[in-house]
């Protein structure tokens, strides 16, 4: 009898199994999730440990018995999958149980990365699962912080940053990059970001390695302390240590031998790994990056949601493909609205514009009379046309802005000057 796997309940899983049934594929489904909790999303629990968001409010689709009832799953929850064995396409658990399946999709996301300096902190803390939210909510609920160090100015860690700048924390945001939002931000958006920061009384430490670190201990053996040790020579003392240094894609559970990796899993368009039946989608495997035309992990929750369809329809038989996507970041925090919309690294001729009451502001850079990349600094009501005008730019479309998006742009308080400045020139 025909039966499928999904390996892994995040976005992209939970994506892949409704897509199977949405198909009207009957085939049984048997879905491994490490946790018996519901699918989450990870930008979500900096909001929990906020106190800003209930603990429900984490799981976007609802509980497992009605997923599981809605889409005729098999949920087998706490179960850690040790090996998919590609060629005979089989599924084995810690558990030592291996069952064959017709299709399996690869759906294992990623996990926070602790660099070697840190791995035998017993202090510290990441944010990435619900684990990490509850184990930093409980924290910060017993204990009154009045100093702490995040490593990683991300996404995540400006988030992390802001909540415990709201509860009166001196905080201190260090980083290996130059600048904040390194991966995302222009060097003059960063500016910008870093002088309203230092002006809220945030430090930065950026541009420096992290040598070591070493906790002190009470007579209890409870940490109290931390010193971290940057490669200048200085040390940043804390009582409050939390990583958000990035991410690793979960790969392990394949043999590289069997089905091609680079830093994640390589998928085609319709995410199909190189191995016939073995599918893949999210955080584990690299897509196509529609600038660069090259395979590339880009975590984005709206990306494993389309890679996660994707993969569900040609399971379930029916044609489907995606042609990839584009980095594109979007954050609030500390009253501030940052969207970085393509790859920072590509040069060309930049176009900045800046709102007469300097509510706003937005830099392009244009390549060859075509925009490849926007940061956009406190109007978010512009991003949603600026990245359907990048995106079809990319993929070769008609682009001049239609007069319901120029509309919407001058409502939003751009200037026609600036707008036509945008339009693709040939």
Not at 331 to 340: A, K, N, R, V
């Amino acid at each position: 009898m025909e039966r499928f796997a999904i390996i892994g309940f995040g976005c992209a899983g939970y994506h892949g199994l409704r897509a199977i049934r949405e198909a009207g594929c009957s085939t049984p489904v048997d879905v491994y999730s490490e946790t018996a909790m519901p699918p989450y999303n990870p930008m979500l629990t900096t909001y929990y440990s906020a106190g800003r968001l209930p603990y429900q409010g984490l799981f976007p689709f609802g509980a497992l018995p009605e997923i599981a009832r809605d889409y005729q799953a098999d949920l087998l929850t706490g179960t850690r999958v040790t090996k998919v064995d590609a060629r005979r396409r089989t599924v084995t658990t810690a558990g030592g149980e291996t069952r064959e399946y017709q299709k399996i999709l690869v759906a294992t996301g990623a996990s926070a990365f602790v660099p070697g300096s840190f791995s035998g902190l017993r202090g510290a803390f990441c944010m990435r699962t619900v684990e990490d939210a509850v184990k930093l909510h409980d924290a910060l609920e017993n204990r009154n912080y009045r100093n702490a160090v995040i490593v990683g100015a991300s996404m995540v860690g400006i988030k992390v940053a802001e909540l415990l700048h709201n509860r009166g924390c001196q905080v201190t945001l260090a980083d290996m990059a130059p600048h904040i939002f390194a991966l995302a931000a222009y060097p003059e958006v960063s500016e910008m970001i870093e002088t309203r920061l230092r002006e809220m009384g945030i430090t930065m430490a950026f541009g420096q390695a992290i040598t070591g670190a070493e906790e002190t201990v009470d007579e209890n053996g409870e940490v109290r302390e931390t010193t971290v040790r940057l490669a200048d020579g200085r040390e940043l003392k804390t009582e409050l240590l939390v990583l958000n240094i990035g991410t690793r894609a979960a790969t392990g559970i394949l043999d590289p031998e069997e089905v091609a990796t680079d830093r994640g899993i390589l998928v085609d368009q319709r995410m199909e790994t190189s191995a016939p039946g073995i599918y893949a989608a999210g955080d584990c495997c690299q897509g196509r990056d529609l600038q660069s035309g090259k395979q590339q992990i880009i975590g984005l929750w709206a990306n494993a949601a389309t890679q996660g369809r994707v993969a569900g329809r040609n399971m379930a038989g029916l044609p489907g493909e995606t042609d990839g996507n584009i980095l594109h970041n979007i954050t609030h925090f500390l009253d501030m609205d940052f969207i970085g919309l393509g790859d920072n690294r590509l040069t060309g001729e930049v176009r900045c514009y800046q709102s007469p009451d300097k509510g706003f502001y937005i830099q392009a850079v244009i390549r060859d009379g075509k925009a490849v990349g926007f940061n956009i600094l406190d109007n978010y009501g512009v991003s949603g046309i600026l990245k359907a005008h990048l995106m079809k730019l990319l993929r070769g479309q008609p682009c001049p802005f239609s007069p319901e998006q120029r509309g919407q742009l001058i409502r939003y308080g751009l200037e026609e000057a600036f707008i036509e400045a945008l339009e693709a020139r040939t």
